[in-house]
């Protein structure tokens, strides 16, 4: 792990290899070590470097306004980097999305895997499939908070638990317990967010784009991937994968790795 001071924060990355450089980036019930399959991958072609986003994992969270989309742009900066591809999970997807629309002279291109948009409202559906798995959870009881959250999004609503591999379920808590404490120290600062959401604004991107989704994963995903991949120009949709869900460069990184290296290519 290293640190460096992006717009008065310091904020934790690791990093591996040469080349091209691409910038991981974590879902938001996660840190940068859901990617430790992609990290020693991707390096054999491109200087990677997998960013714990401000509040998250090892990286600090000051009490000034920031916005996560301009944290990205800054690491480039500090890191002297002009140009570097984002790939994206979940949460990661999104602040991805926006750095390309706010920054577009930094960004090659944008992999994104079980990504939402920033201005995206979730639909009724899944709610509903939220109460019916989950119901109610004291916000305060993060290993309830993260079990309940692991059980929706990383096992996914089509599947049961013991469908999925105990260890993935394990170390998807072990994150998301850290993650619901950033989420809670995050909301007592001023994250600014884009304006207007990127939900409005995909055809804007103009760089190369590959979109993907877990089959297993909440339908409202798979909908969003189609439509950015509809929507911005150009873009790859991947077909959905199969036994994975919301973690799906975690849980399936073969598929991942192989799709990575060929778009990157």
């Known amino acids: 792990m290293t640190k460096i001071e992006v717009n008065g924060a310091m904020l934790a990355y690791d990093e591996a290899g040469s080349g091209s450089p691409v910038i991981l980036l974590h879902a938001g019930i996660a840190d940068r070590r859901m990617w430790r399959e992609q990290l020693p991958a991707l390096a ?3 200087r990677v470097i997998a960013l714990d986003l401000r509040g998250y994992g090892d990286s600090e969270l000051p009490p000034a306004p920031f916005a996560h989309h301009d944290d990205v742009a800054g690491l480039l900066d500090a890191l002297d980097i002009e140009r570097a591809a984002l790939v994206g999970c979940s949460f990661g997807g999104a602040v991805a999305v926006d750095t390309a629309l706010a920054h ?3 960004i090659s291109a944008l992999a994104l895997f079980g990504s939402p948009v920033s201005g995206n409202e979730w639909s009724e559906e899944t709610e509903r499939l939220w109460e019916a798995l989950i119901g109610e959870v004291d916000p305060e009881d993060f290993a309830a908070s993260a ?3 692991v059980r929706f999004w990383v096992v996914g609503p089509a599947r049961r638990p013991e469908d999925v591999d105990p260890e993935l379920v394990r170390f998807a808590e072990e994150m998301d317990r850290r993650a619901l404490a950033a989420e809670q120290a ?3 600062v001023e994250v600014a967010e884009l304006d207007p959401p990127a939900i409005e604004r995909l ?3 103009r760089v190369p784009v590959l979109v993907g989704a877990g089959v ?3 339908p409202d995903i798979a ?3 189609d439509r950015i991949a509809a929507e911005v120009p150009g873009a790859v949709r991947l077909p959905d994968v199969p036994d994975a869900a919301h973690l ?3 849980e399936r990184p073969e598929p991942v790795n192989a799709a990575l290296l060929d778009f990157l290519r």
Request: charged share 30%.
């Open 44 to 46: 054999a072609r491109h």
């Open 104 to 106: 577009p002279e930094r």
């Open 147 to 149: 079990a309940a959250e």
């Open 186 to 188: 995050l909301s007592a």
């Open 203 to 205: 055809g804007e991107l």
């Open 216 to 218: 297993a994963d909440v």
């Open 223 to 225: 909908r969003l991937a």
């Open 248 to 250: 799906l460069p975690l």
